[in-house]
C-alpha cells in the first residue's frame, strides 16, 4: 500500500498542451504578410516604371537588399 502511494505522487505531471486559439494568430499573420509583401515591393520593385516614389533614394537604400536577395537592379 505505502509504496502505491509513493509511485503515484513520484509520478513527473505531464504539461497541458499548447493550445493558441487560431482567431488570435490570423490578425498576426495578416500583418507579418503584408509587412512582407511591402518589404518585397520595395526592395524587389519599386524603381522605373512601377515607381511609387519619385526618385532613386528608395533604390539606393535598398540596393544591397536587391544583390542579396536576387533581384537584378543594373
Given at each position: 500500500m505505502a509504496?502505491?502511494?509513493?509511485?503515484?505522487?513520484?509520478a513527473v505531471p505531464q504539461p497541458a498542451p499548447l493550445r493558441i486559439p487560431v482567431r488570435d494568430i490570423?490578425?498576426?499573420a495578416v500583418l507579418a504578410a503584408v509587412l512582407g509583401l511591402v518589404l518585397i515591393y520595395f526592395v524587389?520593385?519599386?524603381q522605373g516604371a512601377t515607381?511609387?516614389?519619385?526618385g532613386s533614394w528608395v533604390h539606393e537604400f535598398t540596393h544591397?537588399?536587391?544583390?542579396?536577395?536576387?533581384?537584378?537592379?543594373?
Open positions: 509504496q502505491t502511494a509513493l509511485s503515484r505522487q513520484s490570423v490578425p498576426w524587389g520593385a519599386e515607381s511609387l516614389i519619385s544591397d537588399g536587391r544583390h542579396l536577395l536576387g533581384f537584378p537592379c543594373h
